[in-house]
């Protein structure tokens, strides 16, 4: 399975299809090719530009309707993902952002 293929099939198990310039801004993100063999060398290096381009990607339609054809993304499971991600990576959450109260 090549990275392209990898990152694609992620997304699917949420309902959001890819464009080829997002698989290569994520390729460009992790400085891995898309072409390359999806393997535990590069695994770290690309999940971690899957939870970096999730911000991006919410900031998108979230369901289309065309023709009698509907789709739509599960958007709490991909935030859910996104937070797990940057608890696994070390990674600020930029979706998850809660307040602090701070006393003078």
Known sequence: M????Y???KFQTFGIQ???????EMCLNSKISGEDEMNEDCY???SV?????IPSLLLRATS????GFSMSW???G??????????QYGLKDELNVKPKVTFL
């Open 44 to 46: 770290g290096r690309v």
């Open 64 to 67: 289309i309707g065309e023709s």
């Open 18 to 24: 890819l464009s080829e310039a997002d698989l290569l």
């Open 74 to 76: 599960n958007i709490e």
């Open 7 to 9: 990152i694609t099939r």
């Open 49 to 53: 530009a899957i939870a970096k381009f």
């Open 78 to 87: 991909i935030k859910q993902y996104y937070s797990f991600a940057c608890k």
């Open 2 to 5: 090549t990275v392209n293929d």
